[in-house]
């Protein structure tokens, strides 16, 4: 029989009641200043971020649906390992096991979202399923959205089958005519209906989900799908989820198809959105909504509400007096003594505020970002690039700079550059290089403030750059950090010592990964310096799990001449099978390959020394990749062959004599587009017999006019004395 529907530890005394039941008075006392709000007002109260969330959650209590029995769990628990495992022989075999789960699962799917073991066969089984039984987990969920998108372990749920189910909206939109269900008597309910009635049922308690730790989430994930944009967390700045989310997935699953593209969605959706943009800030004033700013929940939820309203409706939508954007900078023009500059001038230093900043320099309207930069940022770059948080926002406002601009701040943060390599304040560099790049906008000055930091007896210093002084041990072992997932720009001097050597060595390298990029003084300052150090420095870098990038860049980068190129791989002869069998070091031999254009003697001279190792190199796991990707097999066996793709692959300039390379650059033409040697044995046997026909039609001709020369003369004469009688 079903169970009375209780509140989950109804029957445990609380924790800070008294014997009678009754709760302390501290408690009381908290209880009855959130019963003040009582639902009134759409939002959590930001007194204390610590109250509880009850009053704000809609009238009622919070249901409990029940707990799966234990045979129920073992079944379901030994359902999800097989789904993980993912050891079914064909797609028919998996089908028919996800068709049992369901059939197992069908009435108990609130009890299972909600389990903190089983919600992860929720997830998978929404990831594998078909349009049909998404509608099916649709319509069970229905009624019971606000409850489950708040809940701990239910919201990963709703996040996966909001996430999956967007695709199918435009899918459906594109069919002609909307498909038939198998069953006569069932009723066809599109996935558009299926969203639109979700809303409805959240209507109401959108400042609530705002707020929630869990609901805020899910709420993200219905914005992006009521948009079109891209559902991928990449895309969107990783706004969807938090970095400790638990990655649920399945393979063979489509769940990633669709979701890093925008998509089509139909007009209820972007009148739904616009509806959602209105109840989001509804009742909220200036005051109130700037509070929001700095929520840990709200302040993400916030940013995306900021992106959606200003990129989907227009820039004009900012002189909307209920506004989003209007609502936090009312003030008009914004002035360095308003409030406006006030607010932005706190947010900018703090840690979650900054967020919401950057998010307003970059779409905010161009009038309104000018009044910014005149009244704010101009003048206080270089100390905003100074600052661990604030150098983020300094990074979004030279994206946004104009040209003129751009080189006024190249001026104001030249002089800054040795404190900010100091402070390790590479990203707001890093910035100022890639955008003077793109505004074309003269680097030299950069390059001379860098040579002067970053330079010792024999000039510049790449070691430093690069921070190789840093390095951990040469094997391949690093501390975990992943090389492009660091967001951080760097540290204070005092945290320096207390920051992971790591992150700041990663940092460096993008840095000198974007001076490779700019062709000029820039690039020269690390390539020559490069050049110049010891084939064992080198062989160290290489081994560096960090470092290595960055000599990949300068392998494959277009700035770097042919001459310098073959400088530097010659540093390496003798070493390469060590490096074929090292973690790191062997991508640097991948990218040897691709990166000698012009150079394919020197494949041949790398190919020689892999052959000479090819039993440790067969034996280690990256060795077999090096061996695969320079084609060492083809090598072994038809070495003539493996030569002739080599130097088609490299082109053919290596393989051309002077007068060649002389004729092709005078002619202007670039080494890239020079012919190859069947292109030119083509030309050359087309020319012989083009000249063999020529010949061979002077002879013919010889023969019809006469027997000789003399005679084809006088037919000649002839014809010629009858023409002019």
């Known amino acids: 029989m079903p169970q009375e529907n209780k509140k989950r530890g109804r029957r445990m005394k609380r924790k800070h009641e008294d014997e009678d039941g009754q709760p302390a008075p501290d408690e ?21 971020h610590d109250e509880s969330v009850d009053a704000a959650y809609p009238h009622g209590d919070r249901p409990f649906f029940g707990m799966l029995d234990m045979d129920e769990q073992e079944y379901f628990k030994r359902a999800d390992d097989m789904l993980e495992a993912n050891s079914f022989g064909e797609q028919e075999e998996r089908d028919l096991f996800l068709a049992n789960v369901y059939r197992e699962a069908e009435g108990k799917e609130l009890k299972i979202a909600q389990s903190q073991s089983c919600s992860r066969l929720m997830e998978r089984l929404i990831q594998l399923s078909t349009p049909a039984q998404m509608k099916k987990l649709f319509q069970a969920f229905s009624g019971n959205f606000i409850h489950l998108i708040s809940h701990r372990f239910a919201s990963h749920c709703c996040e996966a089958l909001f996430l999956r189910a967007a695709p199918i909206v435009s899918e459906e939109l594109v069919a002609s005519a909307p498909k038939t269900t198998d069953n006569v008597d069932e009723i066809y309910v599109s996935m558009e209906n299926l969203f639109l009635h979700t809303l409805a049922e959240l209507e109401g308690s959108i400042g609530f989900l705002m707020t929630d730790q869990f609901g805020s989430h899910a709420l993200r994930v219905l914005l992006l799908v009521l948009s079109g944009d891209p559902l991928d967390a990449q895309a969107n700045n990783k706004l969807l989820q938090s970095k400790r989310k638990e990655a649920i997935t399945v393979q063979g699953s489509e769940q990633a198809d669709g979701q890093s593209k925008s998509r089509n969605v139909p007009k209820s959706f972007a009148d739904a959105l616009e509806k959602l943009l209105a109840d989001s800030v509804a009742g909220l004033d200036t005051e109130q909504l700037r509070g929001l700013s700095t929520h840990a929940n709200a302040n993400p939820t916030l940013q995306l509400l900021l992106k959606l309203e200003l990129t989907h409706f227009g820039k004009q939508r900012a002189k909307n007096e209920t506004s989003i954007i209007r609502t ?50 101009k003048d206080r770059l270089d100390s905003l690039a100074r600052n661990e948080t604030a150098g983020y926002v300094a990074c979004r406002v030279l994206e946004r700079m104009s040209k003129d601009d751009l080189y006024e701040a190249h001026e104001k943060l030249i002089p800054a550059i040795p404190d900010l390599l100091e402070r390790n304040r590479t990203l707001v560099l890093r910035t100022l290089v890639e955008r003077c790049a793109v505004r074309d906008i003269d680097t030299q000055a950069i390059a001379a403030q860098l040579d002067a930091t970053l330079c010792d007896d024999n000039g510049f210093d790449v070691k430093k750059l690069l921070k190789l002084e840093n390095s951990p041990a040469v094997n391949g072992h690093n501390d975990g950090t992943p090389h492009d997932s660091v967001q951080s720009s760097g540290s204070e001097p005092s945290e320096t010592v207390s920051r992971p050597a790591q992150s700041v060595k990663v940092h460096f390298n993008l840095l000198a990964q974007a001076m490779l990029r700019v062709p000029g003084p820039l690039s020269g300052l690390v390539l020559d310096s490069l050049i110049n150090l010891t084939p064992q420095l080198l062989l160290q870098m290489v081994k560096d799990t960090i470092i290595c990038r960055t000599i990949q860049a300068v392998i494959a980068s277009k700035n770097s001449s042919i001459i310098q190129k ?25 990218s040897i390959w691709n990166g000698t254009h012009g150079l394919a003697f020197i494949r041949e001279r790398i190919a020689e020394e892999l052959a000479e190792n090819e039993a440790e190199i067969r034996d280690s796991q990256c060795g077999r990749a090096v061996w695969k990707n320079w084609k060492m097999d083809l090598y072994k066996r038809r070495r003539q062959d493996w030569i002739r793709q080599s130097k088609e692959k490299a082109s053919n300039d290596g393989f051309q004599s002077f007068a060649e390379l002389d004729k092709v650059k005078k002619e202007g033409q670039p080494p890239a587009q020079a012919k190859t040697p069947l292109q030119l044995a083509r ?20 023969r019809t006019n006469g027997n000789g020369p003399a005679a084809g003369s006088a037919s000649a004469a002839s014809a010629t004395a009858t023409a002019s009688g």
């Open 566 to 590: 073959r400088k530097l791989v010659q540093h390496f002869y003798g070493s390469i099978g060590d490096m074929a069998v090292d973690k790191s070091a062997s991508h640097v031999v991948d």
């Open 683 to 702: 030309e050359r046997h087309a020319k012989k017999a083009e000249d063999k026909a020529a010949k061979e039609r002077s002879r013919s001709s010889v």
């Open 328 to 377: 936090l900078l009312p003030d008009d023009p914004i002035t360095a003594d308003s409030g406006s500059a006030a607010f932005i001038n706190g947010l900018v230093y703090d840690s979650i505020g900054s967020h919401l900043v950057e998010q307003i320099v970059q779409h905010a309207p161009g009038k309104m970002f000018k009044s910014l930069n005149k009244e704010f940022f």
């Open 28 to 48: 009381a006392s908290k209880r009855r200043k959130s019963s003040e709000y009582d639902g009134h007002v759409n939002y959590m109260p930001l007194g204390g």
